[in-house]
T-cell receptor, first 110, second 115 residues
Framework: SQQGEEDPQALSIQEGENATMNCSYKTSINNLQWYRQNSGRGLVHLIL?????REKHSGRLRVTLDTSKKSSSLLITASRAADTASYFCAHNTNAGKSTFGDGTTLTVKP | DSGVTQTPKHLITATGQRVTLRCSPRSGDLSVYWYQQSLDQGLQFLIQ???????AKGNILERFSAQQFPDLHSELNLSSLELGDSALYFC??????????????FGAGTRLSVL
């Protein structure tokens, strides 16, 4: 498995509920990014948070970063069936390597 | 549409063979990244090129090699293929390097099946 870890591995919720997924890493980072992947397709960038930032918002997405705990969380509010996908965090080091977590598979039931 | 083009979309080949995957980055992007995604290994970073030069290396096997050409397109060469090389191979591009906070834009991937 990869250096990054995400939990839960799978999450199933009802439409309208909030979804929270977490990501942990082990090295020092320059920034951390969250991506979404629909089944068998390419990843789509959602949000980037730099190491000196603690929280960022983008629409229904809220990302937090705690560098002391080496962890990040992604919150999707008021989820929709169309949010069903796999979500990955990727932490990027100054050396230029990008390490992706194992992903959280989110299922939003209508 | 991310603007990153990967060809071919599907590739079926036999063990021991060699294949070449091609990637055209978004217009203006200088960095190209290659990833391998398989069920048991997740999404693995293979290698990055920036403006023709190798910039960062991940878990790329010696049987694999890549290059970025002057027109910035990139090719990933996989040789002496094994069954375990069957995976989705993604290319991504960005304007600059990741440490600069640049966003990666991913192609749709090439699905490689080694029989």
């Amino acid at each position: 498995s990869q250096q990054g870890e995400e939990d839960p591995q799978a999450l199933s919720i009802q439409e309208g509920e909030n979804a929270t997924m977490n990501c942990s890493y082990k090295t020092s980072i320059n920034n951390l990014q969250w991506y979404r992947q629909n089944s068998g397709r390419g990843l789509v960038h959602l949000i980037l948070i730099r190491s000196n930032e603690r929280e960022k918002h983008s629409g229904r997405l809220r990302v937090t970063l705690d560098t002391s705990k080496k962890s990040s969380s992604l919150l999707i509010t008021a989820s929709r069936a169309a949010d069903t996908a796999s979500y990955f965090c990727a932490h990027n080091t100054n050396a230029g390597k990008s390490t992706f977590g194992d992903g959280t598979t989110l299922t939003v039931k209508p | 549409d991310s603007g990153v083009t990967q060809t071919p979309k599907h590739l079926i080949t036999a063990t021991g063979q060699r294949v070449t995957l091609r990637c055209s980055p978004r217009s203006g992007d200088l960095s190209v990244y290659w990833y391998q995604q398989s069920l048991d290994q997740g999404l693995q970073f293979l290698i990055q090129y920036y403006n023709g030069e190798e910039r960062a290396k991940g878990n790329i096997l010696e049987r694999f090699s890549a290059q970025q050409f002057p027109d910035l397109h990139s090719e990933l060469n996989l040789s002496s293929l094994e069954l375990g090389d069957s995976a989705l191979y993604f290319c991504a591009s960005s304007v600059g390097i990741l440490a600069g906070g640049n966003i990666q834009y991913f192609g749709a991937g090439t699905r490689l099946s080694v029989l």
